[in-house]
């Protein structure tokens, strides 16, 4: 697979010294990065690191405006140039990797909070806002946006859209998608457009808010973001549960979801190796020793009362179903002692094992037992470390996978793709589908035809061709047309 | 505006015998209805009885199978006829109407349970399914499905999906997009695609699931639909709060929505004369005679005590801003008496005066009170009757809007452009839309334009265009391509 990438051939025209002059006089001069190697680096890949996913762009611009980029869009379709967006760069896919060459439009400077509007729990933002400063800045209000991703301190919010991330708080608040009411886009032939707005509800023509998010920069560029905010739970409750084995934990999930009439914010899993790795990569400590798994189950609400009778009730859901252990963390330092570990598992398994394959299957959620003991078979038939972590309330379970000390390097690019085929048949069989938040960008394309007929695939592609008829915003993302 | 109704020329071919003899074959004889205009009639029409919106199909065709509705699209295609789908016909944009004639596909049929998942919280149902017939199936399990609308008794499922309708309960549960997981959608060409399925999390491809849903049958038809379900709310309380005025009582709603740190589950306002006209079409009685308008709230949740503590809470807040009366109604007939009195609303107001324009406006929250009150000034101006009732709580206002005795029928209909911009161009002037929940369908068509700029319908007709080349599905619905 990681050896297998390859590109189509480029149909791109060169960027030329007029068209670099055209963007500087755009964006100013000195928001143009071109012609040293060393500040175009940083821009030819994002968090995953294999060469076989990065590429250089030509140039990188940084535009203030929407009207900035929208000419910028209109010049690309002019030159037939490939434009790419980018937010923090901290995506695992490839979304911001400009496989063509040609512009990175990088959007830090769009970072302003444009309107905190309390009256009807919204927040205006642009697209280069990282995404924990909305929390920070709506607090004091009683207020908190609910979708943000585990990447919150640095992700952008931009990205989180284009990705419609997930995040931990998804079992009970949903993912992005849900808390974005309105957004202005520049289309990828260079229009300006707004869709939705601060309204809850608005049925006044196609549902082009929920098409553009997720699109991961394929049929808008994002310019002000309009998010739906909630009251802040009064009180917040997290539950460490240890299992003797995998199995037994995440059996306890779906238990958990559908026995106790409770729909909790959070339920992660972490197998053994994960809780290691993250504790180990924070230099930190809790109590896993005896455990094969552990769940982290998040219960918040109005008042502390009716969290404590529902984190009770699921702590004894677990205890019936298998945990020998459960732990409350009902205090904020406790809380983040955890969840920080929860957050730094993918970081962790990243120093330990430079090479390796980043996944996030997901499946129906009464599946997840098998698909996590299909996953524990096909590390064992290919000698491969196997760890599973991840979102299992959602059906959302990632993996860092690596060879086992035994396996030579020569050996894992060989066997990589079919273990991959292996994992994503059984993962399909399951009713799965191969990404569940981190998007499919380049790195995951050539599975897609495993999850989606070529009638479904089809139709996603006539409206990317009916939008971006020269092909020139972010070409060759979820699928080449 | 009614008077106004016009219909591009028709460009469609007509049914000829050899048409009606293929969709007999298609979908067996004893399954079209074709030559006898009294058995046609009924589907030249949804809830809207106005004539001004009607047309009679040429032929009405009951597909049992994605398979048949595919070889329909097949056959219209190919002979460039217009297909129409439709459920239960219970619309109010003209959704369903087949305004240029041809093949009304009607999906009443296609009405099977198909599976109940309790370990998913997910039920899979056929468009025809009756909506409330959902929630009598999973209630016993501990489930409900929370995105039905006001008329779930006789909606289909389907016509859910196809309008993304709204509801009751959407200020804490959202609308009808936010539980289609999955769906099953013969496109406008005639090929099955399947998006989605049981899962809460999924970025594989394009949300297609959030496009084709609110699409208005223009985009696809949709053949099975995944529903996401909930826990059951353990308890639930209704309560009744009495204002003197319409404003006050408006007034209150953005501040029970943010003071409280509470989301109710409903938050529905009635002025003086729908209470009234309710009760009376109802024969029923509630103690709303002091008041100038009521809002009815709806509080659930895990437990009774922490619905007590919130409804006591909203309930002190209501009172304190302006409320002079809060019942409560603890139980479910007292619940249902009410309910069902709001849910009438419209039914009474049609039998009142069957000339009458229903606007389904939406506004920014924090602009209900604004709005209403433009819409009494609206009132006086050109001597109509404006009750305004809905679910505020969403910024979705309602008006069956009819003249006062002394207005003529000739004067209404010369009055009705003029005032309908005045009230249009005062609700895009609040950030606000011309349909929250009811859809555009040809009835409010018109108006689009003064809501969306020319670019965003623009990238909305490219959409339908590329889906529907030779336009054959619902055309004319939303938009003229």
Known sequence: M??????????????TPAIVEELKNIVGARYVIHGDEEKLEPFSHDEILEKAYRHMPDVVARPRTAQEIAAIMKLANREHIAVTPRGAGSGLSGGAVPIYGGVVLLCDRMNDILDVDAENMMIVVEPGVVTSQINEHVAPLGLFYAGYPMSLETCYIGGNVA???????????????????GLEVVTPTGEIIELGGKLVKDVTGYNLLSLMTGSEGTLGIFTKIILKLLPSPKANVDLLCLFPSARQ??????????????????????????????????????????????????????????????????????LANGAFEVYVA??????????????????????????????????????????????????????????????????????????????????????????????????????????????????????????????????????????????VLNPGKIFDV
Chains 1, 2 share one sequence.
């Open 2 to 15: 990681v050896a297998e990438q390859t590109i189509p051939e480029q149909t791109y025209n060169p960027v």
């Open 163 to 181: 990705e419609n991330a997930g995040g931990g708080k998804a079992v009970k608040y949903g993912v992005t998608s849900r808390y974005v009411l």
């Open 249 to 318: 934990a995440i059996e306890a999930v779906p238990k958990i979801m559908t026995q106790s009439g409770i729909t909790p914010t959070a339920i992660e899993f972490m197998d053994r190796s994960s809780v290691k790795a993250g504790c180990e990569y924070l230099n930190e400590t809790i109590p896993y020793q005896n455990a094969g798994a552990c769940l982290l189950i998040t219960v918040d609400g109005a008042s502390e009362q009716q969290v404590e009778r529902e984190y009770e009730a699921i702590g004894e859901l677990c």
């Open 330 to 471: 009902d205090n904020f330092t406790t809380s983040e002692r955890i969840w920080k570990i929860r957050r730094n598992v993918a970081e962790a398994f990243a120093v330990i094992s430079p090479i390796q394959v980043n996944e996030d299957l997901v499946v129906p959620p009464s599946r997840i037992p098998d698909l996590v003991d299909g996953m524990a078979e096909i590390g064992k038939k290919y000698n491969l470390f196997v760890p599973t972590y991840g979102h299992a309330g959602d059906g959302n379970i990632h993996s860092r996978i690596s060879p086992r000390p035994e396996v030579s390097k020569e050996q894992w690019y060989q066997l990589v793709p079919e273990m991959l085929h292996e994992l994503y048949t059984l993962t399909a069989g399951l009713g799965g589908r191969v990404s569940g938040e981190h998007g499919i960008g380049h790195k995951r394309k050539q599975y897609v035809p495993m999850f989606l007929t070529p009638e479904t695939i089809e139709v996603m592609k006539t409206i990317k061709r009916a939008l971006d008829p020269n092909n």
